[in-house]
C-alpha cells in the first residue's frame, strides 16, 4: 500500500477509534468531522514530522525527546489518575480495578473470577493480563505498567526508524487517537494489553529460529491469554516466521505458545464464574451469533489474504497487518449501531474497544514508512535482518 493511503488509513482507523468518545463528549457532527480531518491531514503532517525527526533527534536528541514524552505521560498520568481512579460511576475505568483485582488473588493463591469491580461487573480480562500486571499491582497499581509497556514500545519503533522517529510516533498516536489518552489516563489495560502482545510476537518473531524459541513462545503464549482478539495475530506470525526461519520452526514456537495460552487459561474457565466472566466480555455480542461469525470469519479470511500476499517480510509488516484485521472489529460494531439508530453511532467504543486498532495501526505505519520508497537490492537494515 502506498504510504500516503497507507497514512489516510491510519488517520481514520485512529479517528474511528476515538469516535465514541469524540461523539460522547463533543456531538456527532464533530465525530464525523474528525473521521474526514484525520484520513485527510494526517498524510500531509506525519512525513514532515517525521523528517523533523530524522532531521533533528538522532542520538543524544532521540534519547533526550525519549525522555521527555516518558516523563510527560509518567507525570500525566500521577496528576491525572488518582482523580479518575475514585470508583464512582461517573469517572475512570474498572479495567484497572479488573487487573489489580485477578492480580492479587493470583498473588495470594485465590481463584480470581468470583470476585466483582467496583461496578458489580465480572473481571474482563483472561489470566495472561493478571500475570502480566501483578508486578505492578502489587506494588500500586496495574495502571503503572502502561508507561513501562509504552517505552518498550518506543524501544520496538526504534529498532527500524530510529529513537527519534519512535517518540514522535508515541507521542502522535496520543494527539491523533483521544482514546488512547483517555484509557491512559484512567488506567485501563487496553493500551499496556496491546503492547505487550506486540513484544511478545516480535520476540517469537526475532528469537523463533534460535535456541531461545521454547522461551519466546512461553512469553507470547502468556501475552495471548490476556483477550482473545490477539488470536488472529497467529496468522501472519505463522507466514511471517515460517518465510524467515522455515515452517518447523514455525510451527513449534508457535505451538508452545498456543499451549502456554492454553495451559494458563483453561484451568480458570473450566467453573461457570469463569467462563461466565470472560464470555461477558465479548464485545461482539451485539452483532448476534450470525454477525459475529460472520465478522470473526472475516477477520480470519483478510489475516490469510494479507498473509499470502506479503513478499518481503518484516516485522513491521506483521504488525500493520495485525492492525487491518483489528480495525474490523470496532468498524463492524459502529456500522451495526449506527444501522440500528439510522444515524451514525460511535457508541459500542466508548468503552475503548478501538484503541487496539488505533494504536497498532499508527505503530505500524510509523515502523513501516518510506518502506514502499527504499530500493530493495539496498535496502537499510531492518528488524527481520537484525532482529
Known sequence: MPPTKR????????????????????????????????????????????ALAEEHLQGSRGVAATAVVLAVLVV??????????????????????????????????????????????????????FLLGLPFAAASSSAWATPFWIAVLIALVALSRGLGVAALAAAAVFVT?????????????????????????????????SRFWPLAGVAFGVALASRSNFAFLLIPLLAAVSSR?????????????????LALTIPFILRQDGWDAIVSSNRLAPLGRVGEALTLLAAVALAVWLAVGERRWRFQALVWQAALVQAIFP?????????????FDAEPLITGY??????????????LAHAAEAP???????????G
Request: aromatic content about 8%.
Open 7 to 50: 497514512l489516510a488509513l491510519v488517520g481514520f482507523v485512529a479517528a474511528l477509534g476515538s469516535s465514541g468518545t469524540i461523539q460522547k463528549y463533543a456531538g456527532t457532527a464533530a465525530a464525523l468531522v474528525y473521521l474526514v480531518v484525520a484520513a485527510a491531514v494526517l498524510p500531509f503532517v506525519w512525513p514532515r514530522l517525521e
Open 76 to 129: 500525566a498520568l500521577a496528576l491525572v489518575y488518582p482523580h479518575a481512579n475514585t470508583h464512582s460511576l461517573t469517572a475512570g475505568s474498572d479495567r484497572d480495578d479488573s487487573v489489580n483485582i485477578g492480580a492479587m488473588r493470583l498473588l495470594h493463591g485465590e481463584y480470581p473470577y468470583s470476585a466483582r469491580t467496583y461496578l458489580g461487573l465480572p473481571l474482563a480480562q483472561m489470566p495472561g493480563a
Open 177 to 209: 487517537a483521544p482514546a488512547v489518552p483517555r484509557e491512559y489516563l484512567t488506567g485501563g489495560d487496553l493500551v499496556s494489553n496491546t503492547i505487550y502482545v506486540v513484544a511478545g510476537a516480535w520476540l517469537v518473531f526475532r528469537f523463533a529460529g
Open 245 to 261: 526461519e522455515g515452517v518447523r520452526a514455525a510451527v513449534r514456537t508457535l505451538a508452545v505458545a498456543v499451549a502456554a495460552a
Open 331 to 343: 468498524l463492524v460494531l459502529v456500522v451495526q449501531a449506527s444501522v440500528e439508530k439510522g444515524a
Open 354 to 367: 478501538g484503541v487496539p486498532s488505533a494504536l497498532l495501526c499508527f505503530v505500524g505505519a510509523a515502523m
Open 376 to 386: 530493495t537490492a539496498v535496502a537499510a537494515p531492518t528488524i527481520a535482518q537484525h
